[in-house]
């Protein structure tokens, strides 16, 4: 996040109002995050779950694997 706000906001900004793929995928984003906000708030924790395992499986272990070690790096310095 801090590399895209400390770039060039008109460069950013054209790249995005030119990206035709963009507007569908900030619907789907924006049901995914709606439906899933509405899971937690109606304190429907199984649903909340069953987002995470569906997540998991479809970026798979190796994915999750070199995601979970960057982060690990990226915190070392904070604690």
């Known amino acids: 996040m ?3 706000l400390n770039a060039d906001a ?13 507007p569908g ?7 995914a995050a709606q439906a899933l906000g509405h899971a937690l708030t109606t304190g429907n ?9 569906v997540s998991a499986t479809a970026l798979g272990p190796a994915y999750l694997a070199d995601m979970l070690r960057k982060s690990k790096t990226l915190q070392r310095p904070l604690v």
Do not use: T
């Open 25 to 31: 995928l900030i619907q789907a984003y924006c049901e």
């Open 45 to 53: 924790v199984e649903a909340f779950k069953e987002s995470m395992a």
């Open 10 to 22: 008109d460069l950013y900004s054209e790249i995005q109002a030119y990206n035709l793929q963009g």
């Open 2 to 4: 801090g590399r895209i």
